[in-house]
């Protein structure tokens, strides 16, 4: 198995990836040649993992660190001295490392070092991919910054503003209301709708002197 090959003493640098349209994959291979997939080592049956440095490469969906990774660095044991992480991001980052930071200090890990990496945003909903390719975000020049931070054990953790942080909440408030108000209003909408087309048709159908008891949901409302 692969993963017996990343447990053995003495490897140098170890790069775990998770990739959902290949921003993550490109930079993974940027700080090690044969990065480990999450998406495949998540089945590993003794997630042990040592080396002198460990990364872990992956986009933030909301700001945080995907679900699949959070299981993953759950379940998972580091033994390294030098734990670090790059977030890659399209737009804005909402303060995705001190998020991370927090996270991985809810399950046990220290991190050295996280850094937020911007690229091409791929939210195809959101924004036009041709347009996004010609932005110069100096994605090469950053990630030379980094692989110098890593190369010398650098202690950093991105910093975030309080902008960075509003950004974070204003989209928690959004998200709740997309994924929950708005649906129970729209739901709500409607039935009412239905219920206000469904009377007048009863009201037609008695104007019309027909039994609409055969017809209506709600004959209770006229009897």
Known sequence: MIFSICRQEGERNMVFYFTATGNSLYAAKQFEEKPVSIAQAIH????VYQAEKIGIVCPVFGHEVPSLVKEFLERSVFQTPYFYMILTYGNRHGGAAELAESMLGNIGIHASYINVLLMVDSFLPAFDMSEQIQIDKKVDEHIRKIQEDIKNDRQ??????????AAHGNHATAGFWLFFIWPIMFCTKIYRMCMNVEIIICIYFRHMQVDISKFSLLPRLFH
Not at 156 to 165: G, H, L, N, Q, S
């Open 156 to 165: 950093y953790i991105a910093p975030v503003t309080e902008k960075d942080r």
């Open 44 to 47: 590993d049956e003794q997630p």
